[in-house]
T-cell receptor, first 114, second 111 residues
């Protein structure tokens, strides 16, 4: 099993450009998450999908949109990138189904917005 | 929503010493408390978790204790080794499917 995979690993954008971060998991997990990690700020939830067909906002959703394409895939889109979106983005998934289970993280995408 | 406070933000110990990281949470209904370890440039990975029906859980050199009355839980690492150097995050549920993470503790173990 590959676990949770993310593409791309690194990206440099100019202010105003758009891009989509891709995430896929092969563990048949119901729940998927997008976090951003900034120095001293921990992991902050952007959006999540508790099950296929549903998405909900997290703590810091402004400037982002998501799509749960199917049970395996959950993408994050930046429509008009801003320097404040420079961060490391992690996707995660969990079996969460009535009982708390481990969240497994992807390797991360390092994004720089100039 | 849930508020998770984590202390200290940095911790330096000598190899072989013990390290303790503490987190407090605000929602008395929270019932699951995981700890994640993130090595430099890597992804966070679960190292131990505790559910609210127990007060302590151990796994070799690491242990987690939970005090539901005071709403805090702690990570204990004994006989620290250089490979324990990393950032450690605690977390607590903030909804049916979501966790709120603490801001992290950078642990440095010096040989």
């Amino acid at each position: 099993n590959a676990g949770v995979t993310q593409t791309p690993k690194f990206q440099v954008l100019k202010t105003g450009q758009s891009m989509t971060l891709q995430c896929a998991q092969d563990m048949n997990h119901n729940s998927m998450y997008w976090y951003r990690q900034d120095p001293g700020m921990g992991l902050r939830l952007i959006y999540y999908s508790a099950s296929e067909g549903t998405t909900d906002k997290g703590e810091v959703p402004n400037g982002y949109n998501v799509s749960r394409l199917n049970k395996r895939e959950f993408s994050l889109r930046l429509e008009s990138a801003a320097p404040s979106q420079t961060s490391v983005y992690f996707c995660a998934s969990s079996a969460r189904d009535g009982v708390w289970e481990t969240q497994y993280f992807g390797p991360g995408t390092r994004l720089l917005v100039l | 929503g849930e508020n998770v406070e984590q202390h200290p933000s940095t911790l330096s110990v000598q190899e072989g010493d013990s390290a303790v990281i503490k987190c407090t949470y605000s929602d008395s209904a929270s019932n699951y408390f995981p700890w994640y370890k993130q090595e430099l440039g890597k992804r966070p990975q679960l190292i131990i978790d505790i559910r609210s029906n127990v007060g302590e859980k151990k796994d070799q050199r690491i242990a987690v204790t939970l005090n539901k009355t005071a709403k805090h839980f702690s990570l204990h690492i004994t006989e620290t080794q250089p490979e324990d150097s990393a950032v450690y995050f605690c977390a607590s549920p903030s909804g049916y499917s979501t966790l709120t993470f603490g801001k992290g503790t950078m642990l440095l173990v010096s040989p």
